[in-house]
C-alpha cells in the first residue's frame, strides 16, 4: 500500500539574505528557481531567526527549542543528538531520512548527525571546492564545486530511496557564505555591471547604542585579502575603495548564490519529472539574514532586520495556494512542529514553536504569535558583537545590549556597559534612529520591557542581572 504522507525536501543555505531572491524584491540579482517555490506556494515576509548564527540556528531548527534550552548558544557549541529531533521523529514514524551538506554541529561521538538513514556532510564549515566531506562517518574528499555535489548527492539518495514510503532530506549549501568563492560557471558573472549599493551603506552609526560603531564588520575596513581576493588598487579616495571592495564582495556573493539557484533548479526538476511535485513539501530558507552592505556591514549576528529576517518560501501544491506571500510572524523554531504536523507526527510537549500549518493553508489562528524573543550569546568574537537580547513586534523593536560573556563558550569576556535601543520599524524601517530616551516613546519602552520578559519567562530564559554598586539590576 502506497503512504500518502507527504515528503519533504528542506533545503537551506547558509547567509543567504532575503534581499537577494528575487521573489523578495531583489534590487540586485534574480533567482528564476528559488522564483519557482515562490510562485507555486507562499513566501513569508516576517520569518525571524532566535539567534542569528549558523551553528544555533541549525540547532534551534532541528531540536524545535531555543538556544539556551537546546544549549547550543554559540559558534563553539556543539549539539548532543541525544536530544529529541525532528529527523528522529520522522524517521520513527516511517520516513526514509538524509542530510547531506552543511551540517556544522560538531562530529564524532554524540555530535553526529542523528536520525537520518543516510548522511554527508562538511565538516565544520566546509571548503567550497573539491571538499572533505564525513560520509556516514568516513572521511572522504570529492573534486568537485560544493554547492553542485551536495546536490549530486541529494539526487542520488532520492534516485535510489524506497519508492513506497515518504522521504525527509535535508540538502543543506554551505554557500553563500564567507568566503564567497563561486565556480567557474558563474565566475564572470555581473563582470561589467555596477551592483546597486544599499540604502545605509554609508551608514556613520550615529544615533544609536555603542554597539552599532563597536563592531567590526565593516566593508571599507574589516575585509581580508581571502575576501576580496586580490589587492586593492592604489590611488583610490575612501570613497572609491569602499565601494570597489563592495562590488568585489557582493559580486562573488552573488555568483555564489546563482549557482544555489541553478542547483535547487535541478531538484526542483527531478520532482516534476518523477511525478512528485504535487506531494512533496518544498522549503527553501537560510540559517539567517546577513548584511549584504546594508549599514556599511557584511556578516550578521545583530538583532536588526537585515541578518534578523530569514527567507522562507514553501511549496505543497496539494495544501498551499500557488503564488501567496503571508506577513504573518513564524519564527525557526516553528518549523519543526510545521513540518511534524504535515507528516503526522505529535510534536512533542517540551518543543517550544508552533506549528504554522493552518497559516500555510490560508488560515492565520486568532491568537497567533505578534512578537519574538531574540538572544545572541557569543559575547565580542569574531566581528567585536556586543551580547544581546530583544523583541520585536510587527512595529517596534526593543534590544538590550547586556554586552557580557556569561561564561558562554567561544566568547571574549570583556563586559561593556549595557544599552538600550528602541526602533520604531515603520517611521524608521532601516533603523537609524534609536528612539529609547525620547519622552513620546516612553509608553512604548514600557510596553515592549514588559513583553520582553513575558516572552522571556514564556520559553524558560531569563532577565541578565547587571552588576551595579547598589547591587544587580535586571536588564
Ligand atoms: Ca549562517
Redo the contacts with the bound molecule.
Keep these: 500500500m502506497s503512504d500518502s504522507r507527504p515528503n519533504i525536501l528542506f533545503i537551506m543555505s547558509?547567509?543567504h539574505a532575503s534581499h537577494a531572491i528575487s521573489s523578495y524584491g531583489s534590487r540586485i540579482n534574480e533567482t528564476p528557481h528559488l522564483d519557482r517555490i515562490a510562485e507555486g506556494g507562499m513566501r513569508f515576509n516576517n520569518c525571524f531567526c532566535t539567534n542569528s548564527?549558523?551553528t544555533p540556528?541549525r540547532a534551534v531548527i532541528l531540536t524545535g527549542t531555543y538556544n539556551h534550552v537546546n544549549n547550543v548558544t554559540t559558534l563553539s557549541s556543539t549539539l548532543d543528538g541525544r536530544q529529541v529531533t525532528m529527523p528522529k521523529l520522522l524517521q520513527a514514524a516511517g520516513y526514509q531520512t538524509a542530510m547531506i551538506g552543511k551540517w556544522h554541529l560538531g562530529h564524532g561521538g554524540v555530535n553526529d548527525p542523528t536520525g537520518f538513514d543516510y548522511w554527508n556532510v562538511l565538516p565544520g564549515q566546509g571548503l567550497y571546492h573539491d571538499p572533505e566531506m564525513i560520509d556516514m562517518g568516513e572521511r572522504k574528499t570529492f573534486p568537485g564545486y560544493t554547492t553542485d555535489l551536495i546536490t549530486d548527492f541529494s539526487l542520488d539518495w532520492l534516485r535510489a530511496r524506497d519508492l513506497e514510503r515518504p522521504f525527509f532530506l535535508m540538502c543543506h549549501h554551505k554557500a553563500p557564505?564567507r568566503p564567497w568563492e563561486p565556480d567557474d560557471k558563474h565566475a564572470l558573472m555581473y563582470e561589467d555591471e555596477e551592483i546597486p549599493y544599499p540604502e545605509t551603506f554609508d551608514d556613520d552609526y550615529s544615533n544609536r547604542a555603542a554597539a552599532a560603531a563597536a563592531a567590526e564588520m565593516r566593508i571599507d575596513r574589516d575585509m581580508n585579502l581571502t575576501d576580496l581576493k586580490q589587492p586593492t588598487p592604489e590611488g583610490l579616495t575612501p570613497e572609491e575603495e569602499k565601494k570597489w571592495k563592495y562590488q568585489r564582495y557582493i559580486k562573488d556573493y552573488l555568483r555564489c548564490v546563482a549557482s544555489i539557484d541553478d542547483n535547487v533548479g535541478r531538484l526542483l526538476d527531478y520532482l516534476d519529472e518523477e511525478g512528485l511535485a504535487e506531494n512533496t513539501i518544498v522549503v527553501y530558507t537560510s540559517?539567517?539574514g546577513f548584511f549584504l552592505g546594508d549599514h556599511g556591514w557584511y556578516d550578521?549576528r545583530f538583532m536588526y532586520e537585515e541578518s534578523l529576517r530569514m527567507p522562507l518560501l514553501i511549496r505543497y501544491p496539494d495544501a498551499i495556494r500557488p503564488a501567496t506571500v503571508n506577513d504573518d510572524m513564524v519564527l525557526n523554531v516553528d518549523f519543526t512542529p510545521t513540518l511534524l504536523d504535515y507528516a503526522g507526527v505529535e510534536i512533542p510537549e517540551q518543543f517550544q514553536g508552533s506549528s504554522f500549518r493552518s497559516i500555510l493553508s490560508g488560515q492565520t489562528p486568532a491568537d497567533w504569535q505578534t512578537s519574538m524573543y531574540y538572544r545572541y550569546w557569543m559575547h565580542l568574537a569574531h566581528h567585536h558583537v556586543y551580547a544581546h537580547y530583544g523583541v520585536r513586534t510587527h512595529r517596534y523593536k526593543l534590544i538590550y545590549y547586556y554586552a557580557d560573556a556569561l561564561g558562554q563558550p567561544g566568547t571574549i569576556d570583556d563586559s561593556k556597559e549595557p544599552e538600550w535601543e528602541l526602533f520604531d520599524l515603520d517611521a524608521d524601517p532601516y533603523e537609524l534612529n534609536n528612539v529609547y530616551c525620547d519622552a513620546a516613546y516612553a509608553p512604548v519602552v514600557e510596553e515592549l520591557t514588559a513583553e520582553l520578559h513575558r516572552l522571556q519567562a514564556r520559553v524558560g530564559d531569563e532577565p541578565y542581572d547587571h552588576p551595579t554598586a547598589a547591587g544587580t539590576w535586571k536588564g
Design positions: 547558509d547567509d548564527i549558523c540556528s557564505h540559517d539567517q550578521k
